[in-house]
């Protein structure tokens, strides 16, 4: 990790602005989901940025797959970062690092009408260091290659995709031997990532998978969305009502003629 300190993510997979403007500010950076999530279209994901800015948090944009297209078009959205899946292989990422990464680092095209827009022409001068492209280690030929990829020039970070790796393992949803192998496979990323400087990034929702993350030395760690949030308020709520309503039918109602809840 760079720097001395877990900065904790939020994953957002409703296209819902208003949800980053009310909690955003509570994170340390925001994880738009364009893969998985319900994130769908250019207006969309632009809103969902311009939320970000608007609460002061970095905008991670996870694109749908390896196009360079989307991968620019992200950028010149004005992400701070780009997250792209399913990253297996060293020429895979060197296809990232071309679409991401101004020249000579990069082929990235020069011209995005928002970042010209908040920061000058000059912003191309800082954009390969400014601008941040991860990618997702979710595959056993990707956890193979892991040194390899966190060696490249222009890839400033990894992130464990906890769920698709067990998966390949063949591993249950549960269980020591999911459990072993995931702390396994949190340690040897986080370890490629701190050899060579690079960020690490892992989903550690829930205590057991924020302590394996936490004691690996992950450095951003997705801590919940908004759908988890949204499921869980929900049903807190609808028992908290149904408790209050169960004691209110259990208590005597004086006045004459009335007996139960009403």
Same mark, same amino acid.
């Given at each position: 990790?760079?720097?001395?300190?877990?900065?904790?993510?939020?994953?957002?997979?409703?296209?819902?602005?208003?949800?980053?403007?009310?909690?955003?500010?509570?994170?340390?950076?925001?994880?738009?989901?364009?893969?998985?999530?319900? =994130? #769908?279209?250019?207006?969309? $994901? *632009?809103? %969902?940025?311009?939320?970000?800015?608007?609460?002061? +948090?970095?905008?991670?944009?996870?694109?749908?797959?390896?196009?360079?297209?989307?991968?620019?078009?992200?950028?010149?959205?004005?992400?701070?970062?780009?997250?792209?899946?399913?990253?297996?292989?060293?020429?895979?990422?060197?296809?990232?690092?071309?679409?991401?990464?101004?020249?000579?680092?990069?082929?990235?095209?020069?011209?995005?009408?928002?970042?010209?827009?908040?920061?000058?022409?000059?912003?191309?001068?800082?954009?390969?260091?400014?601008?941040?492209?991860?990618?997702?280690?979710?595959?056993?030929?990707?956890?193979?290659?892991?040194?390899?990829?966190?060696?490249?020039?222009?890839?400033?970070?990894?992130? =464990? #995709?906890?769920?698709?790796? $067990? *998966?390949? %393992?063949?591993?249950?949803?549960?269980?020591?031997? +999911?459990?072993?192998?995931?702390?396994?496979?949190?340690?040897?990323?986080?370890?490629?990532?701190?050899?060579?400087?690079?960020?690490?990034?892992?989903?550690?929702?829930?205590?057991?998978?924020?302590?394996?993350?936490?004691?690996?030395?992950?450095?951003?760690?997705?801590?919940?969305?908004?759908?988890?949030?949204?499921?869980?308020?929900?049903?807190?709520?609808?028992?908290?009502?149904?408790?209050?309503?169960?004691?209110?039918?259990?208590?005597?109602?004086?006045?004459?003629?009335?007996?139960?809840?009403?």
């Amino acid at each position: 990790m760079n720097g001395d300190r877990v900065r904790l993510g939020l994953c957002m997979m409703f296209p819902a602005p208003g949800i980053i403007e009310e909690i955003g500010r509570d994170w340390d950076w925001i994880w738009l989901d364009g893969q998985h999530g319900q =994130l #769908g279209g250019y207006e969309q $994901m *632009l809103a %969902m940025v311009r939320a970000c800015d608007y609460v002061g +948090k970095p905008a991670y944009v996870r694109v749908a797959g390896h196009e360079a297209s989307a991968i620019s078009l992200a950028l010149d959205m004005g992400a701070d970062a780009v997250i792209v899946p399913q990253i297996d292989t060293v020429e895979q990422a060197l296809i990232a690092v071309r679409a991401a990464k101004f020249p000579p680092l990069g082929n990235r095209s020069f011209g995005g009408r928002r970042p010209i827009d908040l920061n000058g022409r000059e912003y191309v001068e800082t954009a390969n260091v400014k601008t941040k492209l991860i990618c997702q280690i979710e595959s056993l030929e990707a956890f193979e290659n892991v040194s390899k990829l966190a060696a490249l020039p222009g890839v400033d970070g990894l992130f =464990l #995709g906890p769920d698709d790796l $067990m *998966l390949r %393992m063949n591993c249950s949803q549960s269980g020591e031997d +999911k459990k072993r192998k995931l702390e396994e496979a949190v340690h040897t990323v986080a370890r490629a990532c701190q050899l060579f400087g690079k960020d690490c990034f892992c989903v550690g929702a829930g205590k057991e998978m924020m302590n394996i993350c936490l004691l690996a030395g992950v450095g951003f760690i997705v801590a919940g969305g908004d759908a988890g949030f949204v499921a869980a308020g929900s049903k807190g709520a609808l028992e908290m009502s149904r408790e209050a309503m169960s004691l209110a039918i259990r208590r005597p109602v004086t006045g004459a003629g009335k007996s139960g809840l009403y």
